[in-house]
């Protein structure tokens, strides 16, 4: 009786060890660098960093020209224009100069700031996709494939292209738009 009580006790305990190797094992990775750079939310997020960048340089560029202009004026005329009216350009030079370096400054935070924040956008839309579909297929971990500390992993356990196709999806259903096919060598890089 006594051994008839351990069995019953033993099974009994062994039963939530089983039901915990019942839970999802299986593992996956994604490619997060490739999903920002192939997807079509992506793209258009570096389209709009990339305008703005653009922008910042068009007007870094009239600002050096408008330097090199006034220091051809001053390289040219110094010997013809008064002791007063050179240093006042001189040091109109000087302002632009630091300007200049001000400006280059604000850009590059500006830039960061609005990468950071396409960045964040990007993250908090795509996290539910990659959410979903690790559940859809009985994932127990996602990896992050290059920023996890993972050297190696097999292509058969990388979901990229699946979370590249359902992001797609995703916001193009929220844009109210068809997504755009990706070619075949585009899946594959």
């Known amino acids: 009786m006594k051994k008839l009580l351990i069995s019953i006790a033993v099974t009994a305990l062994a039963v939530p060890v089983f039901a915990q190797n019942a839970a ?6 994604i490619d997060v660098q490739r999903v920002l750079n192939t997807s079509v939310a992506g793209k258009a997020a570096q389209e709009k960093l990339k305008k703005l960048q653009d ?13 090199k202009a006034l220091d051809t004026e001053i390289n040219t005329k110094k010997l013809s224009l008064s002791e ?12 632009r100069q630091i300007a200049l370096q001000r400006f280059g400054q604000d850009a590059d935070k500006e830039l960061g700031d609005a990468r950071d924040k396409e960045l964040l956008a990007l993250e908090g839309k795509i996290k539910p996709v990659i959410d979903q579909i690790g559940k859809e297929m009985g994932l127990a ?19 990229t292209d699946t979370v590249i196709k359902k992001f797609n999806e995703t916001t193009a259903a929220e844009a109210g ?13």
């Open 24 to 29: 999802p094992g299986r593992l996956a990775v």
């Open 55 to 67: 922008d910042k340089m068009t007007r870094a560029n009239k600002m050096q020209e408008e330097m």
């Open 84 to 95: 007063d009216k050179l240093a006042d350009l001189q040091k109109q030079l000087s302002d």
């Open 141 to 159: 971990v996602i990896f992050n494939k290059f920023e996890s500390g993972l050297v190696y992993a097999s292509d058969a356990i990388d979901i």
């Open 177 to 189: 738009t068809t997504p755009a096919v990706q070619p075949a060598a585009a899946k594959k890089q």
